[in-house]
Nanobody
Framework: QVQLVESGGGLVQAGGSLRLSCAAS????????MGWFRQAPGKEREFVAG????????AYTDSVKGRFTISRDNAKNTVYLQMDSLNPEDTAVYYC????????????????WGQGTQVVVSS
């Protein structure tokens, strides 16, 4: 079992920044691949970013490349999502998720999920 708890969401103006955190406990976190996903109202949950268990590989969806950065600190069992240059289209509930294997984008490939943290970007 892995428990994931997201934090750091909130209300921010367009152009601003937020840093999301996902704290993990339970099964070994340091060998897990981690992903950040988001779900906007009326839309399907989508992949945002992923990071390998070493942190050496990352992946991003095209709409956030150059603005978001995923990172992890295995000593703290935490994965982060630094979000810069936010725009209203980034408004969504953001989830972190864990799997064992390569970085993939499909939600059905991730085993454990957090409860989500709301991000609202005002124009």
């Amino acid at each position: 079992q892995v428990q994931l708890v997201e934090s750091g969401g909130g209300l921010v103006q367009a152009g601003g920044s937020l840093r999301l955190s996902c704290a993990a406990s339970g099964r070994t976190f340091s060998d897990s691949t981690m992903g950040w996903f988001r779900q906007a109202p009326g839309k399907e949950r989508e992949f945002v970013a992923g990071i390998s268990w070493t942190g050496g590989r990352t992946a991003y969806t095209d709409s956030v490349k150059g603005r978001f950065t995923i990172s992890r600190d295995n000593a703290k069992n935490t994965v982060y999502l630094q979000m810069d240059s936010l725009n209203p289209e980034d408004t969504a509930v953001y989830y972190c998720a864990a799997r064992w294997g390569t970085i993939v984008t499909g939600t059905d490939r991730y085993v454990y999920w957090g409860q989500g943290t709301q991000v609202v970007v005002s124009s």
